[in-house]
């Protein structure tokens, strides 16, 4: 199954920040997700992240707090905006493989103080 | 995509077979059955996927009900190292609109006993 590389692994970082966290592939894949997963919690979908179009947010999440780019078929990213204490989560992407499932990255621990 | 419903935790024996259930009695006739896990502060890890037949992989066997409703996700021989929350996951495959996305519910916490 496809790798993928996620980074930073872990940051810390000052409420009012933002932080972009990367997400590479190593083949081209169609669709790519990005999740959040709060502390003790399930993984909760914020996004679609769409070659060549905007990505399509679920419910609670929007553009401007989670701004995502998705330049081309292996590459994504996530921005968390003007970040607050309940921020801190464990972000994650993922990517499609069609049949075989997803592919997971193993994540982006973010602490807000 | 459909809800599943699975029992929050279990614990099982090392070297035993682990039997994880899971419930999906509103599971679509395009629904698939994914499994994932995820260990310890890891991303989530595909394990098997079936639409009506029975499947198995090396890592596990996937048994679904005639009916389609429910379905059993089976370790043949638990070790430590299958600790982990079990997700049990109904999708639609091949649906644009449904946009091929995964949705997690609480999952199994599976803790692997000496």
């Known amino acids: 199954s496809a790798v993928i590389s996620q980074k930073p692994s872990r940051d810390i970082c000052q409420r009012g920040t933002s932080l972009t966290i990367q997400c590479q592939v190593d083949?081209?894949?169609?669709?790519m997700f990005w999740y959040r997963q709060q502390p003790g919690q399930s993984l909760t979908l914020i996004a679609t992240a769409n070659q060549g179009s905007e990505a399509t947010y679920e419910s609670g999440f929007v553009i401007d707090k989670f701004p995502i780019s998705r330049p081309n078929l292996t590459f994504s990213t996530l921005t968390v905006s003007n970040m607050s204490p309940e921020d801190s989560s464990i972000y994650l992407c993922?990517?499609?493989?069609?049949?075989?499932?997803?592919?997971f990255g193993s994540g982006t621990r973010l602490t807000v103080v | 995509d459909a809800k599943t419903t699975q029992p929050p935790s279990m614990d099982c024996a090392e070297g035993r077979a682990a039997n994880l259930p899971c419930n999906h009695s509103t599971i679509s006739g395009n629904e698939y059955v994914y499994w994932y896990r995820q260990i310890h502060s890891q991303g989530p890890q595909y394990i098997i996927h079936g639409l009506k037949n029975n499947e198995t992989n090396e890592m596990a066997s996937l048994i679904i009900t005639e009916d389609r409703k429910s379905s059993t996700l089976i370790l043949p021989h638990a070790t430590l190292r299958d600790t982990a929350v079990y997700y049990c996951i109904v999708r639609a495959v091949g649906i644009k609109a449904a946009g091929n996305k995964l949705t997690f519910g609480g999952g199994t916490r599976v803790l692997v006993k000496p």
């Open positions: 993922s990517a499609d493989r069609s049949n075989y499932g997803y592919t």
């Open positions: 083949s081209q894949v169609t669709m």
